[in-house]
């Protein structure tokens, strides 16, 4: 029964961003005051939500690897991106408030912006439905 098996993805662009966030993922227990540090201050239970989201990185990533789970990665990653993205922001405009922010010019903070929208593409495309 050997086609019972779930089947890796031979496709470049999900394993790559599989790897991408796992590391990323990874990243969030690893260091979290880093993550804790950019959250805003409106949101409750800091350490709670970095762990949450780190954990929902790394499962969106398993699941890239999968292609019958590319629907749930696709949507699961996108709905990450759009979680964290309040961070971002808070961060792009309260760099000064931003403990242990390396320095890092205001310009490199607002041009994280579209770049998660980028990663947002990237996942879009990378778990789209076989041609």
């Known amino acids: 029964m050997a086609s019972d098996m779930p089947t890796l993805t031979n496709r470049p ?10 590391f990323t993922g990874t990243l969030h227990f690893v260091r979290p005051a880093m993550y804790e540090a950019i959250m805003p ?3 409750p ?13 790394v499962a969106g990533a398993i ?7 590319h629907p749930f ?5 996108i709905a990450t991106l759009v979680a964290v993205f309040p961070a971002n922001v808070h961060m792009a405009i309260n760099p000064d408030d931003i403990k242990g922010l390396p ?4 310009w490199a903070l607002w041009l994280r912006l579209p770049i998660q929208v980028a990663f947002v593409a990237w996942v879009w495309h990378a778990t789209r439905p076989a041609d």
């Open 63 to 69: 699941a890239a690897l999968f292609p019958r789970l």
């Open 103 to 106: 320095d890092v010019p205001q």
């Open 41 to 43: 201050p409106y949101l």
């Open 45 to 57: 239970a800091h350490r709670e939500l970095v762990y949450l989201s780190g954990a929902a990185e």
């Open 73 to 77: 990665a696709r949507w699961w990653l």
């Open 13 to 22: 662009s999900a394993r790559a961003l599989a790897a991408t966030f796992t």
